[in-house]
């Protein structure tokens, strides 16, 4: 009766193939692809019901470093923590995700059953008719008497569901509730990657200023050490140290090749966090370089600005798988 039910999760469960002992349960389907760029944070819910239980499955995922997953099931559900981990790793790289689960009886159902002793309520039976016999006193024992008879009547728990019949549900609730962190992860990431983009067309829109300043601050450089060529003859040293100190356009190259890989990376998506991390400390560091060369007041203020727009960057990026 769960076909139908295991067959929407498998693509959540293909990792668990050949190394869960419940695999023969898991119908192969392909994977879905990655979206464009998804965020650390989420969560998703989801309940599933069976024919005597009902389980609901609550997953949320704030930033790490890593992928660390913690998971919490009810003590009738221990032993399927590992499969849990194992559905949680298969669609997830990056983040502090939770997973906790609740189990429930069915509607209708209910978590105790009620037990009976008719031996006890037998010998609650004799031993009172024989003492009203003892001690003449008139009378026969009722049903109320007897069911208030501690021991004839208890409630217990209902037996743990058997794994063939719970894995399957479990399961199920487990890859929608992920299906729904995945889709608020993603639809995160997305509003983060056009932030992005717009901050990288900013920065680029600097770097072209500073580009587009450099003949000019270059000429006005040579001129200053031509004037000071023609006062001392002496400082022709001077002005090979002062041109290289000055020139930035090594650094231009390398900042316009660190946006066209940011670029492609954004338009690439998928898990691209630590990517784009390398890529905003090259940005920076570039950027520095310029800004402590600059003598130039719009290269100055061009850098300036660059180097705010990275640093907005790098903030944004530390929220991404």
Known sequence: MYAGRARAVNRNILTLQEISPYHHW??????????????????????????????????RSVNHRHLDVAVRLPHALAAFEPDVRRLVQSRLERGRVEVAVQLAP???????????????AAEYVARARELGLALGVPGDVT?????????????????????????????????????ELVLRRAAEGE??????????????AHVEVVAA???AAMAR?????????????????????????????????RLRAHLAELA??????GPAGRALDFLMQELNREV?????????????QAALAAKSLVEKMREQVQNLE
Not at 37 to 58: Q, Y
Not at 233 to 251: F, M, N, P, R, Y
């Open 26 to 59: 898991m119908i192969p389907t392909p994977a879905t692809p990655l979206p464009s760029l998804r965020s650390m944070t989420g969560f998703g819910r989801a309940e599933v019901g069976g024919r005597t239980l009902t389980l609901t499955v609550e997953a």
């Open 106 to 120: 069915a509607p209708g159902a209910s978590a105790q059953t009620v037990r009976v002793d008719p031996a006890l």
């Open 143 to 179: 049903l109320a008497w007897l069911l208030e008879r501690p021991g004839v009547v208890r409630l217990d728990e209902l037996d743990a569901p058997a794994p063939e019949a719970t894995w399957p549900i479990l399961a199920d609730a487990v890859g929608k509730a992920l299906d």
């Open 191 to 204: 509003a983060l990657a056009a932030e992005l983009s717009a901050l990288r067309t900013d920065l680029q």
């Open 213 to 215: 300043r450099m003949p």
């Open 221 to 253: 450089y040579q001129a200053r050490l031509r004037e000071r060529i023609r006062a001392l003859l002496g400082v022709l040293t001077e002005v090979a140290i002062w041109a290289e100190k000055t020139d930035v356009q090594e650094e231009l190259t």
């Open 264 to 269: 492609l990376v954004l338009e690439r998506g």
């Open 288 to 300: 520095n370089t310029i800004a402590s060369k600059a003598d130039d007041l719009e290269v100055s």
